[in-house]
């Protein structure tokens, strides 16, 4: 699994509430990070009724969290840095 901030390799087994990546120090459990995250649903998430969480790519305490799948990862930072050129 890869940081889904700089893309660097992790040696983490399962990101937990607090986990951060150990090459950037960007939080891992976040909503943009995760496979539920949908930008116009209610919260920005598939998952109905969940809270609401302000900054999507701090550190959050959701339990539906699941890490988004990598090669998902990397097309929406693709799509998201080809907006700037």
Not at 14 to 32: M, P, Q
Request: glycine fraction near 4%; charge should be positive; proline fraction near 7%.
């Amino acid at each position: 699994m890869n940081c889904w901030k700089c893309a660097k390799p992790l040696d983490i087994a399962k990101i937990g509430f607090r986990a951060v990546c150990n090459h950037c120090d960007h939080d891992l459990h976040v909503c943009v990070n995760c496979t539920y995250y949908a930008p116009g649903k209610p919260n920005d998430c598939m998952v109905p009724g969940t809270d609401s969480v302000r900054d999507k790519e701090r550190a959050n305490l959701c339990e539906d969290f699941k890490p988004r799948p990598q090669n998902l990862q990397m097309e929406v930072k693709k799509k998201f840095s080809d907006l700037f050129k």
